[in-house]
């Protein structure tokens, strides 16, 4: 195991601006960074690998030379002992769980982790790949590990499918005391109506044996991940098997199944209106609902269309616009007018298994001649109940007509113990840290309300709630019903405040330091300059530095090529020193 202080991480990024903020993450997480060595590509890796004992490596699949899995592949064969965490800017799940088959310890993707985040995926690809280095040591090693390991682990004769040895995670895991667990038959920890000959040479032949049913405490049934390796004990032949619970996991998987039949069940009777599933790109992956068949139009002539295909062009800016928060984890009401009929729009970001929001459900409304009535808005906050976000709707005086799991699962209070009641009671929003409201059309017929509160979690901690509210209006303008919407920005608030503070002490390097900066674009354009640099600029050319201008026109035209070669060089991840004479 790696001391703590004493981790060495390279970063194999060929884009600058990343590893910077890579390295800025690594600076601010926990996890005791000793040193940090950037690679551009895969021959300056292998070269800083050659030096230093590194400890893990954070590999962009998409550089210079190399891209996707050739990339990882070829890092295996210059590293095949250090842990690698992949860092990409493509959410491809394909791509993502094949570089985990091949070794990978994770996979994240730029722009969608924290500080946080990235310090625990470092210090569990370390602590995972030294566990399976370890197996490799001699045995008083082994069986130190074997007996700490958290997961449980098994090792038994191949032949004869004797238990040779359990550690206490296996013990604690299938209820059994250690005497009654050794001399026992493996076979006894599965479900003996699937066992049979395919079954037993899976056991003694197979790698990795997924979802496999198991038996616990002889009546409480699991799911588990099964991780097998051939070893000697005492000379004798056996296998190590490593168990991974993944009975949430399949059961999880079963929920959003049946989530999604029920989200195609209800669109398909959906009443004036369409139910629909985009991508990033609008794409309809999914839709239906009774407004399709008053236009004529199937369900499958719909698919790999996009939404803004049946928009004008005054339309599609809109409704992209609109729909760009979805995709941040947001949620969004919004109206649409085509021709002569309006719609009102509802729409929420559904997230992968990596928490990145690549789809939206979206919800469609015919209101034309009318508004929502209350009926057809708690229809609306049904369909979204899948979503994580808190739902809460109110009638005029406060007092809750619709209260969604997600506001149960973060005010603490379930729907029964709320309705009728105000929701002043058990939404204590008094602890405002910042306040906007919205600035609507007039034409518009709600007024959104947003603001930013603090509240108190079960367990004793401050969490920053988000809340949008817009009140709904009658057909005669007056408010009728509020819906209120929110979502625990913890992680978010945290991590700006960490940005925050790391940009106020580059400004503090920025502004203090005695040597001259300037910011530019790849263009030259001058982004910002500190007073060093400007004094130092007018007393070479006489000229004033401002924002905005080009740094190029201050130059005299012979000296603007050399410049502009050494930009390029500078484009091209290079460092460039240069002298120039003035008179």
Known sequence: MIEPGEIKVLIVEDNAGDAILV?????????????VHIAGDLEAAAKIISEVDISVALLDLNLVHTRGLETFERFVKIAPKIPVVVLSGSDDEEIALETMKRGAQDYLVKGNYHPSLLGKSLHYAIERSCYLISLKLKDDEYKYLFDNNPNPL???????????RANKSALKFYGNINKEFLNTSILDLFNSNEINNSFLNDLQSKELIEECHQVLRGSVNVFADLHFKDIEIDNTPARIMLVNDVTEKRMALYRMQESEQLIRKLAKNYPNGIIAILDRNLVFQFIDGMELQLKNLKPDFMLGKKYTDFLDESNQAKFIQNMAPVFEGKRVVFDK??????????AAGLANSEGVYDRAILVSQNITGSVLSKKEILFQATILRNVNDAMVVTDLNGKVIYWNEGASRLFGYASLEVMGLEASKFIDDHLVTDFATGEADLSDSQIHKKYVFTIKGSEGQFCHVESKQAFMNDENGKPQFVICVYRDI?????????LMESEANLQAIFHSTSQSFILMDTNTRIITFNKNAAEFVFELYQKQLTKGNYFTDLLLPERRKPFEDSIRKVLGNQIVKFELQYN
């Open 23 to 35: 390295e800025e993450y690594l600076k601010v997480s926990d996890i005791g960074i000793r040193s």
């Open 154 to 164: 098994i090792a038994w004769e191949k032949n004869s499918f004797r238990v040779l």
């Open 490 to 498: 913890t992680d978010q608030v945290e991590t700006h405040k960490v």
């Open 337 to 346: 007018e085509m021709g002569s009929e309006s719609f009102l729009i509802s």
